[in-house]
């Protein structure tokens, strides 16, 4: 029986070919909790897939919320030609698993073993804790996930709120300081309104 | 001048190439290319801090440089009429790469239809994948058409326009500038010209070298570049403009100067986004010119090692009317020091300013570091796709290059010279 994470991704993504990653990530602050990378490929970017799937699953449980209020968000599905994306979030917590495979891999084959990555995964979990990530961090990471040349996009910030890169950079802003940070990285990607409250 | 004579037109007759110097010059205003890359980064810096006029920045500074480029121009085709006055400035547009525009109107004020826009279509081509726009992009057009006005009915400062509709917002073919007289006439500032230029070139130590600068200058001098049917330069897989150099001088510097006046503290900021403007432009365009047929065919039998594919970036350089660019020195993988004898930056700075503290080449000094980093880091000999994922994963592998100007000609030294390596 897998004693963590680790062994547990390990012994569901085995046995099946074309499992590419499989992992667990935090959904509030998208990151990763344990992922294995089962492609030969150093440049894959594991914190990147984590961040993306945790803002569908978050999207997700809006949407859901909008039909359904008070459903458990379940089963997402994403991808493209040649890749898919399954994901589930892990009820009752704000961890999710994922699982990207060859899009040729049947879903009879892979469900099962994310569904016991999901069963499994759960009594290893960490508790809640009250660390999770403020929301000029939230602000911060999600204009970095989506703003074009993210590399440059604090200094983008800077000049638009007037608060210097390194206080961007280590999220320690005033309450007064997040409407400004909130409407300037609506104005960099052109959109009314973003997908955290502040 | 007849009417046949505005069609048949021949803007390209009027470059004027300073071989020594290795500037351009249309109608007495320096010219050089720079790429959509560079020019939406540069106008996006600009525009970001809402505690400056960017805006204000961006279109009187078209509207002074162009009006000093158009009265010229008018002058040398003797042109007479409105109508006349109106083609040629469609031409030139046109001819520069800033896309298709027609005009008119009366001494009142009139309007502008922009068929085709550089920097629109530059915007949806980079960002509109990503990204939404709810704001007018065509600044520089917006001047270049306020200027227009004021050279055929008035004088500098007397017409204003604006953008009413913008095909980047719109997602619609064709942008509208709205031109008017101003109420009170604005204080505006013809441009310097050819600003201070060099007396003559630096003897400067020759590098150990293969490739032949002046052979690679004569190769890109020699290309046809100008503006397409849709009024677009499309060359080496990005849209390039031929544009008054002395707009990105003004632009920039009028911007640094506000930002120190306002918000002194993010300074740096703003000279650091300038120079990442420079970066991204060598960057995208010689790394499109390293893996095109031009290269392979002038430059690539000249090269017999990597310090050689740096001095052909070098060499580029010093072909697209920025000045004399040559590298000194090179230690692969580790260093290099470049001189740029003459740069356009400088010309302008030191005929409208006083000198400065502190060194301010911003655009060389973002450029210089892009051609190490993209045979070095990017490993542009590879042929690598040259998209934003790969510029950012540039990035993020770290220990890339970074440029100091050592030496300035804006602060007193012969020439510039700046150091680029990984510290």
């Known amino acids: 029986m897998p004693k963590n994470l680790d062994q547990i991704l390990e012994k569901y993504s085995q046995g099946i070919n074309g499992i590419h990653v499989a992992l667990v990530g935090n959904s509030s602050e998208g990151t990763v909790l344990a992922a294995r990378n089962c492609l030969d490929n150093n440049d894959l970017d594991v914190d990147a897939v984590a961040a993306y799937a945790s803002d569908l699953i978050n999207a997700n449980e809006r949407f859901c919320h909008i039909f359904d209020p008070g459903t458990a968000v379940d089963f997402v599905l994403g991808g493209s030609k040649d890749n898919k994306l399954l994901m589930r979030a892990i009820p009752d917590t704000r961890f999710f698993v994922v699982f990207v495979v060859d899009a040729k891999t049947t879903m009879k084959d892979v469900l099962p073993q994310l569904n016991k990555v999901l069963k499994e995964s759960k009594a290893t979990l960490p508790a809640a804790t009250s660390n999770e990530k403020n929301k000029a961090q939230a602000l911060v990471e999600y204009a970095k996930r989506y703003a074009p040349d993210p590399t440059f996009v604090l200094m983008r910030l800077a000049l638009k709120t007037g608060i210097a890169p390194n206080r961007l950079e280590r999220a320690e802003l005033e309450d007064s300081e997040l409407q400004p940070l909130y409407d300037s990285i609506k104005d960099i990607l052109g959109i009314e309104r973003l997908p955290i409250s502040i | ?423």
């Open chain 2, 1 to 423: 001048m007849q009417e046949t004579q505005i069609k048949e037109l021949d803007i390209a007759q009027n470059v004027i190439i300073d071989k020594e110097r290795k500037l351009m010059s249309l109608y007495g205003e320096p010219v050089i290319f720079h790429c959509h890359h560079y020019n939406l980064f540069l106008q996006q810096t600009i525009l970001d801090p809402p505690f400056i006029n960017g805006i204000g920045i961006l279109q009187d500074s078209s509207q002074e440089i162009n009006f000093s480029q158009l009265r010229a121009a008018f002058i040398h085709h003797n042109a007479e009429t409105v109508e006349e006055k109106f083609a040629i400035a469609s031409e030139l547009f046109k001819y520069q790469g800033f896309g298709i525009i027609s005009f008119s109107g009366n001494e009142d004020g009139g309007t502008a239809n922009l068929l085709s826009s550089h920097y629109a279509q530059g915007w949806t081509s980079k960002y509109a994948s990503q990204i939404q726009r709810g704001k007018p992009i065509d600044h520089f057009a917006v001047g270049f058409a306020a200027a227009v006005f004021d050279v055929i009915y008035a004088d500098l400062g007397h017409f204003t326009a604006i953008e009413e509709s913008c095909s980047a917002v719109t997602k619609t073919p064709g942008c509208i500038i709205q031109i008017s007289k101003a109420p009170v006439a604005r204080k505006l500032e013809e441009s310097p010209g050819m600003g201070k230029i060099i007396d003559a070139p630096v003897a400067l130590p020759r590098a150990d070298t293969n490739i032949d600068y002046e052979a690679v200058n004569e190769a890109l001098w020699g290309l046809p570049l100008a503006g397409d049917d849709d009024g677009l330069i499309r060359a080496f897989n990005v849209l390039l403009t031929h544009m008054p150099s002395n707009y990105y001088n003004r632009i920039q510097y009028r911007f640094v100067e506000e930002l120190r006046q306002v918000h002194p503290d993010l300074c740096n900021v703003g000279k650091e986004l300038i120079r990442e403007s420079g970066h991204v432009c060598v960057f995208y365009t010689f790394g499109n010119i390293m893996e095109s047929v031009e290269w392979e065919a002038v430059v690539q039998p000249m090269i017999k090692n990597d310090r050689d594919w740096v001095h052909g970036g070098f060499a580029v350089a010093s072909s697209l009317g920025w000045g004399r660019w040559e590298a000194l020195e090179i230690e692969s993988n580790t260093k290099a020091r470049v001189a740029i004898d003459g740069n356009y930056e400088t010309n302008y700075h030191l005929a409208t300013y006083d000198e400065p503290n502190d060194a301010r080449c911003f655009f060389a000094q973002g450029a210089i570091p892009a051609v190490m980093n993209i045979v070095y880091n990017g490993k542009i000999q590879e042929k690598p796709v040259l998209d934003e994922a790969f510029y950012e994963r540039l990035f993020k592998q770290g220990n890339v290059f970074h440029a100091r100007e050592l030496k300035a000609r804006e602060k007193g030294d012969p020439y510039c010279e700046f150091v680029a390596d990984r510290s």
